[in-house]
């Protein structure tokens, strides 16, 4: 029997083809070459921050070194921050590591690719620190927030969060598609 269509278009994602892993591999390359800094924060500026003034959804995450279930879903928000740091989005990570161990939180933040914004905490008041963040936090970590301009939290989790489904999130937020509202730089 003969075919009636012996070749039909490819349909699909062209990040996926063999061609484009040239240009995968100089994003790679120049997002490993990124600074990464981790800045410190008290009480008072996280409110500030939290209360986002500015026009970018704000996406924030708690989290230490010794807190496994951070150091495992940490990967994925260096890949949010890739993925949409170029949008109305700005991804905030807040060690709540001891102040006097913030070497090795930033080693944790360059081995990781973390080139976002990072900060330490400073206060040693956790109940400040979870009324300045978000009164309807309990405490445990890792805890994600998702703040619309304007600061109303749209997004909250305690524990790990569910990658795919924070994306989809994002992107419902976002836009599905990068030129929905590209960022001004």
């Not at 909250?156 to 994002?170: H, N, V």
Request: glycine letters at 6%; aromatic letters at 10%.
């Amino acid at each position: 029997r003969e075919v009636k269509v012996p070749t039909t278009r490819v349909f699909g994602c062209s990040t996926k083809w063999k061609e484009k892993a040239a240009g995968v591999a100089k994003a790679d390359a120049a997002w490993a070459k990124r600074p990464v800094d981790l800045g410190t924060i008290d009480a008072a500026d996280l409110k500030t921050l939290v209360a986002n003034k500015g026009e970018d959804y704000l996406l924030l995450n708690v989290w230490a070194t010794w807190c496994q279930p951070c150091v495992a879903e940490f990967p994925e928000l260096v890949k949010m921050q890739r993925m949409y740091g170029r949008r109305h989005f700005k991804l905030v990570t807040l060690s709540v590591d001891n102040p006097d161990h913030k070497e090795q939180a930033s080693k944790f933040l360059k081995r990781s690719q973390a080139a976002m914004t990072n900060f330490l905490y400073t206060g040693t008041d956790r109940d400040e620190l979870a009324e300045a963040l978000d009164p309807k936090w309990t405490g445990p970590i890792p805890f994600t927030i998702l703040v619309a301009p304007g600061g109303e939290v749209i997004y909250r989790k305690e524990g790990r969060f569910d990658a795919q489904a924070l994306k989809t999130i994002i992107a419902d937020t976002l836009g599905r598609t990068y030129a929905s509202r590209k960022k001004k730089e």
